[in-house]
């Protein structure tokens, strides 16, 4: 088993821009500095690719690998929620789940809407651990999609059900102000979750006597299980501080399955806006589009900008991507540190995007600088 | 000339230069963007690790082995030490420092692309070399309609390309990299304001398939409307850096 460092599913939107790839950004440096296996977990299945043939979804996932590539981002694997190993075991994953009564077949109201994207149980829609519920808006008293604006029909029908319960799983959060709301979001979450669909597209298993369609964030939510079938043991996991919720619920199922997995460390990212203020970037600000402009190193600062750990919720001024280029126009003498990272800890506290401007301004003022290995991979002299 | 035959030819030179040597070779231009359009050449870049004064010689044979006759090879042959890590110092032929941006989008037929690894240009940099851009195309185009008697196809052809070449280079200097034809013209349309009319209603007829002008006199209504659209986006450009870098110009 190779130790690992993983992120949840990544969903890949037409425009890759800044604050998606600061998660797998992150697992990239720590990787490197723990000298950890590194798996980038991409979900190419769902309501979010609707309308688009496979060919188009897998271009989807190739373009992002090339925009990872161009960055120096480069994994050791990638986990795809839609690999045919992975789609297989769902039926002996679900299995397991059934024969400890952690799956079972109910005859429940549910609330849907016309598009597909709401189907929820009706006892859980003010639930506030219910994932769907920012599809849902409530207007007038009557509960609407967000997505396709039909008001939700409530309907009895047999559907599958898992019992969570995942309190006490054990989950450590860095930084560490994350661990209250990791434990109440796991005390919480312990009501029935629906995870069978009506809509016939997705991954099917036979279970208690009938074909059932599944959820697609249920089908993913194995992510842990699969890989430790393809051999890495996920020690950490690396999330935005938007994805706390579908890490409890996905590292409590897969425990559930039975298998030995073992305790996780979490790494929560802040959430990050880029504010323009590039003279020439007046429009979108996209991965590609900065590469394209600036080259890769710029926009590693750019990300590693964005990393400042004692926020939750920051907007970071591009224009330290100005900054990074007038540093690089001097060809400084560089030389290594000894600094080795030892712990997560440590690698965050390397890492910290507050220390990237006084890097800068070391750049700039000294002919000599001395690096240590996380600034070794912003300026791409270990990839 | 089509990509599957680009592709040939690359993995031939792989071959033959040894892969140690080579550090990548990109397809650009015409044939990987705008495959609808006739091409006048195809454009490939290659840097090698290493010195050979027999570099270029082979790479002329192994073009004429692989049959790619159709189309002259336009080849850039660089080799690694020359690429600086500061983009403001390179150069191509006349193609400045934001050329480092269009090669940063070429496709990579082997290794990753190093332009990625250099940084910039810087803004001043950007604006200046396609400035020098814009004003050489300008100064091409002014000349072609100077001229007595009938144009060639490869002429026409010529100006109807750089035309939206103009355009290209007037978004870059916005920050806006495009490649695919349609794209560029509907974006300056929606970007730049400046354009009458008549030039907006010509940009878009060149969006349609290419049919060669009939007459001498339809020669010259084609080739006067394309100096138009360059002397306009050469005065969009230099609008814009009179105000952004303080540069004055007489008159």
């Known amino acids: 088993m190779k130790p690992a460092i993983i992120c949840l599913p990544i969903t890949i939107p037409a425009d890759v821009k800044p604050g998606l790839a600061l ?16 798996v980038c977990s991409i979900n190419l299945t769902g309501m979010k690719y609707a309308g688009m043939g496979s060919n188009e979804v897998t271009g989807r996932f190739t373009t992002f690998k090339k925009i990872m590539d161009r960055l120096g981002m480069r994994f050791d694997s990638y986990w795809l929620d839609n690999e045919q190993s992975h789609v297989k075991s769902l039926q002996g994953y679900c299995d397991e789940l059934a024969s400890s009564h952690c799956l079972r077949s109910e005859h429940l109201e549910i609330l849907s809407c016309d598009c597909g994207a709401v189907e929820i149980l009706k006892d859980a829609v003010s639930s506030k651990w219910a994932t769907e519920r920012k599809l849902i808006k409530d207007v007038d008293g009557q509960l609407q999609c967000r997505l396709c604006h039909s008001i939700l029909k409530s309907d009895a029908s047999q559907v599958l059900v898992l019992n969570s319960g995942f309190n006490g799983n054990p989950i450590t959060a860095f930084p560490t102000f994350y661990q209250k709301e990791v434990d109440s979001l796991q005390a919480e979450y312990n009501q029935p979750v629906l995870v069978s669909r009506k809509r016939k597209l997705g991954n099917k298993v ?30 950490v996991v690396v999330i935005s501080n938007r994805s ?44 590609p589009s900065l590469v394209d402009r600036y080259g890769a190193t710029p926009v590693r600062f750019l990300l590693g900008d964005c990393l400042k750990w004692e926020q939750k919720d920051l907007v970071v001024d591009s224009s330290i991507i100005f900054w990074t280029m007038k540093a690089l126009e ?27 401007a006084s890097f800068i301004t070391g750049m700039r003022r000294s002919e000599k600088v001395s690096l240590t290995p996380y600034q070794k991979l912003l300026l791409g002299k270990d990839t | 000339m089509n990509k599957r035959k680009i592709a040939k030819l690359s993995a031939k030179i792989v071959s033959a230069f040894g892969a140690y040597n080579i550090v990548c070779i990109l397809f650009h231009g015409s044939i990987l963007f705008n495959p609808h359009i006739p091409p006048h050449d195809a454009d490939l870049v290659i840097v090698l690790k290493r010195r050979n004064t027999e570099d270029c010689s082979n790479l002329r044979k192994m073009v004429r082995q692989v049959r790619l006759t159709e189309l002259p090879v336009h080849l850039h042959l660089i080799y690694l030490d020359e690429i600086p890590e500061n ?7 006349t193609c400045g420092a934001f050329f480092t941006c269009h090669l940063r989008q070429a496709e990579s037929l082997y290794g990753g692309n190093v332009f990625d690894k250099t940084v910039g240009p810087s803004e001043y940099q950007m604006q200046l070399s396609l400035l020098q851009k814009v ?117």
């Open chain 1, 23 to 38: 998660t797998p950004f992150t697992v990239w440096t720590v990787s490197k500095l723990l000298a950890l296996s590194s």
């Open chain 1, 206 to 235: 036979w279970l208690f006597g009938r074909e059932w369609t599944l959820d697609t964030d249920f089908c993913w939510s194995f992510l842990f299980r699969s890989l430790q079938k393809a051999g890495f043991d996920s020690e």
């Open chain 1, 244 to 287: 706390i919720k579908p890490l409890v619920l996905s590292y409590g199922i897969s425990r559930k399955t039975g298998a030995n997995i073992k305790p996780i460390s979490a790494i929560v990212t802040p959430f990050a806006t880029i504010k323009g203020g590039l003279a020439s970037t007046s429009h979108q600000i996209t991965i």
């Open chain 1, 330 to 356: 001097k060809a400084a003498d560089y030389t290594e540190t000894a600094a080795k990272v030892v712990s997560i800890r440590e690698a965050l506290s390397m890492s910290d995007g507050n220390s990237i």
């Open chain 2, 87 to 93: 983009a403001d110092f390179f150069s191509i032929h």
């Open chain 2, 135 to 251: 004003q050489q195309y300008t100064f091409q185009m002014r000349n072609l309609v100077f001229i007595l008697g009938r144009r060639t196809e490869n002429e026409l052809l010529w100006a109807r390309k750089k035309s939206v070449v103009m355009l290209k280079d007037l978004l870059l200097s916005t920050g806006i990299l495009l490649q695919k034809e349609e794209a560029i013209i509907a974006k300056s349309l929606e970007v730049f304001h400046d354009f009458s009319g008549d030039e907006r209603e010509f940009l878009k007829d060149l969006r349609k398939p290419w049919i060669k002008p009939g007459t001498e006199k339809l020669e010259r209504v084609f080739m006067t409307r394309c100096l138009q659209v360059h002397e306009r986006a050469y005065g969009i450009m230099r609008k814009r850096i009179s105000e952004k870098h303080r540069c004055r110009f007489l008159g």
